[in-house]
């Protein structure tokens, strides 16, 4: 074999090992906390007297609109979370609660483009792994069978969300270079005022989140759930669960805190 031949097999065999860092495939039947494992950490975990018990998925997901590529560390993520929820339906989860206003998740004039994207693109099922969909919105069409509902409080969604684009508008201007410095001190003090904000209802729309996936359990009749959520929201929301004897499981990622090296 020529040096030349030899490089490009050293070459293919680099890439093939960098390929292999992502979670293997979930073997068939594994039961839910056993999956966690195997895809990343079983980082919290409550046993309560009441039948119901809760799935709690620590989500991360892109801050950036539009149908795009995203990070490494969120592919993976993605990838974990679709395999975790599809594992989940397995054993009878088939309520999923998420970051949205409180009702199900439907097709509506202001959402209809993401469906489009979803309907284009969910097959190969591992497609979008890639790009920065609602996840949530891919699981309902992907899986028929799961009850896709948003559990957040309509007020303080709205309000953060309001305080997240005017975080996102005045920390992109005060990355501008064409202005004062009086100017960008005035916009970092408006990012940081909308930091504030969305700080203050952290643990506000954890608890709601919980107790909202609650009442659509008992509206559905099931005992078994599915959250997703921010990471910041989560303690608040276990704490609902404790407070009620719910048992619950927690997953998290071992990509959850890596550092990205470009932002999206």
Known sequence: M???????????????????????????????VRAMSLLGEH??????????????????????????????????IQREHRLLVENFLGHG???????????????????AREYRIVRTWMFPKDTLDEYGV????????MYPELRVWGVEDPTLHEKDRKSWETYV?????????????????????????????????????????????????DRLGRKRGILILGGAHIPAALEVFRQRDISYDVYRSHHYDEHPDVED
Do not use: W
């Open 169 to 217: 508008a005045e920390t992109a201007r005060a990355r501008r270079k064409d202005q004062s410095e009086t100017d960008r001190a005035a916009h970092l003090a408006g990012a940081a005022r909308a930091a504030r904000d969305l700080n203050r209802n952290v643990s506000a729309r954890g608890r709601a989140a919980a107790l909202n996936l609650l009442k659509v359990l």
């Open 93 to 111: 989860y088939r309520v999923l609660g998420c970051e949205y206003p409180f009702g199900p998740l439907e097709e509506t004039e202001d959402t």
């Open 43 to 76: 980082a919290n975990h409550f046993e309560g007297k009441d039948p119901r018990r809760i799935l709690v998925i620590m989500d991360r997901h892109s801050a950036s609109p539009g149908f795009r590529r995203v990070r490494l560390q969120l592919r993976r």
């Open 2 to 32: 020529s040096c030349h031949h030899r490089l490009l097999s050293l070459v293919f065999v680099f890439v093939s090992l960098l390929g292999c860092t992502t979670a293997p495939d979930l073997p068939k039947d594994v039961d839910p």
């Open 134 to 141: 609602f996840q949530p919105l891919r699981f309902q069409l």
